[in-house]
């Protein structure tokens, strides 16, 4: 969630203004999804629009800077700074392997239930028997492993 601008607070780089509707509307649907109803819903499932939206608003940020470098590096690392995009997921974007990762708690080992082992999510569509759909229990990814 990005941080509220007081009149204290450094203004935003020059670039900011191109992008403030997309980001705006990433907001919008951030504040909706955070207060839909969840009825007739898992557990799980209630939290997979918030992780689908910050994943949206993360990888439009990281294309800007990274593919169509359309934004200055001033303006990239304010928007991490401020919670803009997650800095992380992008590292983890720019290593090979990882090109289309969903979330960064598919590739935690601690929260799988096998030791070492990673989401399902993470393996390639090929190896998976014909006909499961297969969804992430973290975020709903029903595939980010980059040999898809």
Avoid at 9 to 25: M, N
Avoid at 48 to 73: D, G, M, N, Q
Avoid at 90 to 105: F, H, N, P, S, T
């Amino acid at each position: 969630m990005p941080k509220i601008r007081t009149q204290r607070s450094k203004p935003p780089p020059e670039g900011f203004e191109d992008i403030q509707d997309v980001l705006e509307d990433y907001e919008k649907k951030m504040r909706d999804a955070e207060n839909e109803s969840h009825e007739g819903k898992r557990k799980v499932e209630s939290t997979w629009p918030v992780f689908r939206i910050a994943h949206a608003r993360s990888r439009y940020i990281y294309e800007l800077f990274y593919k169509r470098e359309l934004i200055t590096r001033e303006l990239y690392d304010w928007l991490l700074k401020n919670g803009y995009a997650d800095g992380n997921l992008i590292a983890k974007w720019k290593k090979q392997g990882y090109e289309r990762l969903c979330c960064l708690r598919c590739i935690q080992t601690r929260d799988m239930n096998f030791q070492g082992s990673t989401c399902i999510c993470r393996v390639p569509m090929a190896s998976l028997k014909k006909g499961i759909v297969v969804e992430c229990p973290h975020c709903g990814c029903r595939g980010c492993a980059s040999g898809d």
